[in-house]
C-alpha cells in the first residue's frame, strides 16, 4: 500500500452567492485579483470565478444570480469548514482593524497566537475569515512548517502550554544550525563584550 503524496493546496473552492458579491469580497475587500470566469463545468446554471490569493494558488467562487448574500454565520458542524486563513503581511495586519471598522464589518480585533496574529471576521455569507501574520520567517530554504515542527518539539520538552516566540526563535538557531556550515567547530553562543581580564 503506498500513499497519495500531496505536494500542496492546488485551489479552494467555495458556494458563493451572486456573482458582484463575490467580486466585491475577494477582490474589493481582500485584495484578491479576479483573474478567471466561465460557467461552472458541473452545473452550467452557475458561474465559477476564479481569484489569485498572493501565493500562486487560486481561490474559486461558485455564483449564482438568484443566490443573495445571508450574513447567518456558516454552519461548523462535524465535516463542514470551520474558517479559512489568509496570510498578510505584519504592515497589512496592523491595519486590518482599521479598515474593517471602516466598512462597519465586526471583528474579533488581534488575537495573539503564540507564533502569528490572527484577527477573524465574517464574509457576506457568514463564513468565518481569519487573517493570519506569522511572527517569524524561516531561514532560506526551510519550509514555515519544518520551523513549526521543531518549535513544537522544543515547547513539549521545557512543558510549555503553546508555541511562543522564544521556541520559534531557538527552533531558527536550530534549523539555522543544521542547514548552514561554517569553519567554527565551536558554534555556540558567545560574549565578545565581556570584560578582558576575564
Known sequence: MRKLQTQGIHHI???GADRQTSIDFWEGVLGMPFVFEQPNLDDPDQSHL???PGDGRLITIFTSEDRKPDAEPAPQAIGCVHHLALNVS???F???SERLDARGIRHSGPVDRGFMDSIYFRDPLGFLIE???YRFVPPEGVSMGEVMLE???LRVGRGDYNIREVHLADAIEILTRETRRSLSEDRDAKNPYRPKDE
Open 94 to 96: 496592523r491595519q486590518v
Open 13 to 15: 473552492t467555495l458556494v
Open 151 to 153: 518549535a513544537h518539539k
Open 131 to 133: 487573517l493570519a501574520s
Open 90 to 92: 505584519q504592515a497589512t
Open 50 to 52: 476564479y481569484f489569485d
